[in-house]
């Protein structure tokens, strides 16, 4: 398949299809001219890349999942970030109930609003907390 081809197939622009090549995640199997080509199973991994992407791995972690004889999906990685997910969606729950309530909510201000003043506490808690990033070495297989 041609990268034309790929894109198409995949919904990836063309450009998005080479830096996944420069950062290793794809590999083409030579040229047409100046068109790159790859195998057919292209496909599968960058609907890999995109689940892993959708699920909130960087791409550096799921450039690691790949090896030269395939996929080898680190299954201790998969578990902590599912549990990562799983505490995200408990803060995004607590915050969508806070911003519903809020809207609703009889006090004269919203900052004399207890249920507001919580909302307002958990986001400034996680306002300045970088992204946690999952290390292989750190977890087993």
């Known amino acids: 398949m041609d990268i034309t081809e790929v894109a198409k197939t ?3 622009p063309a450009s998005t299809l080479r830096f996944y090549e ?4 794809i590999q083409s199997t030579g040229r047409v001219g100046l068109r790159r080509l790859f195998n057919s199973d292209v ?3 960058l609907a890999l890349i995109a689940l892993g992407r959708g699920a909130g791995f960087s791409l550096d ?9 395939g996929p080898e ?6 578990l902590a970030k599912a ?3 799983d505490r995200k969606i408990k803060e995004l729950t607590a ?3 806070g911003l519903r309530h809020a809207a609703i909510c009889n006090e004269p201000s919203h ?3 207890p249920k507001f003043r919580r909302l307002l506490r958990i986001a400034g808690k996680h306002r300045f907390r970088q992204p946690t990033k999952l290390k292989k070495n750190k977890l087993s297989q």
């Not at 420069?22 to 995640?25: D, H, Y």
């Not at 999906?73 to 998969?78: G, H």
């Open 10 to 12: 995949s919904g990836l």
């Open 22 to 25: 420069e950062k290793g995640l």
């Open 43 to 45: 496909i599968e991994r």
């Open 61 to 69: 972690e799921i450039g690691e999942m790949f090896t030269p004889e």
């Open 73 to 78: 999906i680190n299954r201790a990685l998969l």
């Open 83 to 85: 549990d990562e997910l």
């Open 95 to 97: 915050m969508r109930d």
């Open 111 to 113: 900052f004399e609003c």
